[in-house]
């Protein structure tokens, strides 16, 4: 269905340039890019700019372009290349980046003083800070399909799309990567 609204959007778009079709599009998916952007960039700044940028460049390859597939995997790839970007504009400079930058406090409702919903929620929050911060020390691909899948719940094939692979090695790269991760959470463990 979703697949189906995205096509009539698209039309839309390129057909009318229609406006309000766009901003369908764009609040369809702007939380979830941004939040994307924001887990691999060094400021929320950095990570609006980006997120921004990808909805630019996305109208502008609507435009232009014959066919499109499928949007979600289109923006993903869009933004990925502009982290990318990013980055090489950055090289030389001292920079540091981590999944801990992602902020914990989303996580769950309530007032942490709250006797036992309280510890729980600040043991979730304090359980997804080490999650991410051993995402962050994986290679880069697989932090990007961990995020894709787990984050931001894309199937294997539109995984496969942002990362230029086919479904099956998407899948195969999100186990290994999913492996490579408890190594790590064991490693840590076994250091405390």
Do not use: C
């Amino acid at each position: 269905m979703n697949q189906l609204v995205d096509q009539y959007l698209l039309y839309r778009i390129r057909a009318k340039r229609d406006p309000e079709a766009f901003a369908r599009l764009y609040d369809r998916y702007v939380t979830a890019i941004y939040r994307f952007v924001y887990l691999k960039l060094p400021s929320k700044e950095a990570a609006e700019d980006v997120a921004s940028e990808t909805f630019l460049r996305a109208w502008q390859y609507i435009q232009r372009a014959e066919q499109i597939e499928n949007v979600r995997a289109l923006l993903y790839k869009i933004a990925r290349n502009l982290i990318a970007d990013h980055y090489r504009k950055q090289e030389g400079k001292e920079m540091s980046v981590t999944f801990s930058t992602f902020e914990t406090s989303d996580v769950g409702e309530g007032d942490p003083g709250d006797n036992e919903a309280g510890r729980l929620l600040i043991e979730a929050r304090a359980d997804i800070a080490l999650i991410l911060e051993h995402i962050s020390r994986l290679k880069e691909d697989f932090q990007d399909v961990l995020t894709l899948r787990l984050i931001d719940d894309l199937s294997f094939s539109d995984i496969g799309s942002v990362l230029g692979k086919t479904s099956g090695n998407a899948r195969v790269m999100f186990h290994r990567a999913l492996k490579a991760l408890d190594v790590l959470m064991n490693k840590s463990d076994e250091e405390r």
